[in-house]
């Protein structure tokens, strides 16, 4: 890369001001080599305490080169290995509440197949009441009535998982065993 200005805020506030002519990536110690530049001390009230000029400067950025260069994308766009390699990245890089959010959306996205499971085994049920006679406006009622109904449940327990109060797996699957619950109870009721 040529021409560079990287801005350092690692310490929540900027607190130093890198510019190079060019850096290189350096596979073997997994750092950026950065040539002929400066760093730029910036004081609390943005005035530069101290300013190092340096002909080569190594800096530990825990992204290669294609990282750098990818375009970050909503974890709903990814797939679940691109959301996987992600969250390794987030992992490598210390963002924990991130790494965290990513990993409920990779069990929810490992347990979506298994809600068809749940609206089969719901609408069977609910399609085998005997003697019931119902309009058709009715039944397209308590449908979306399901439907949103699980996807509160969903939005609730991915909320919990996400501020760590129940594991990813949990959080993902729980809103699919108390809908398997449900449908087995209404299958069972509509047996008798």
């Not at 009230?45 to 750098?68: A, C």
């Not at 949103?148 to 501020?163: H, L, Q």
């Not at 129940?166 to 809908?179: D, W």
Request: glycine share 10%; net charge positive; proline share 5%.
């Amino acid at each position: 890369m040529q021409g560079l200005t990287i801005l350092d805020f690692s310490k929540g506030e900027l607190n130093q001001i890198l510019t190079s002519n060019s850096a290189i990536w350096n596979p073997k110690a997994s750092t950026w080599d950065f040539f002929d530049g400066s760093i730029y001390l910036v004081s609390p009230d943005g005035s530069y305490r101290n300013i190092v000029t340096f002909q080569e400067h190594q800096l530990n950025i825990p992204r290669t080169p294609l990282d750098l260069t990818n375009r970050r994308r909503d974890s709903t766009e990814l797939n679940i290995a691109q959301a996987q390699a992600e969250l390794a990245l987030l992992k490598q890089g210390g963002n924990a509440k991130k790494a965290l959010k990513l990993e409920v959306r990779i069990a929810q996205k490992w347990a979506l197949p298994f809600i068809c499971i749940v609206f089969g085994l719901v609408g069977a049920s609910l399609g085998i009441v005997p003697n019931q006679r119902t309009s058709k406006a009715t039944g397209f009622g308590l449908s979306v009535l399901i439907i949103f109904s699980y996807y509160v449940t969903d939005f609730i327990f991915g909320a919990m998982g996400i501020n760590g109060t129940l594991p990813p797996m949990v959080a993902a699957f729980a809103p699919i065993g108390i809908g398997f619950a449900i449908g087995v109870g209404l299958l069972v009721r509509s047996a008798r």
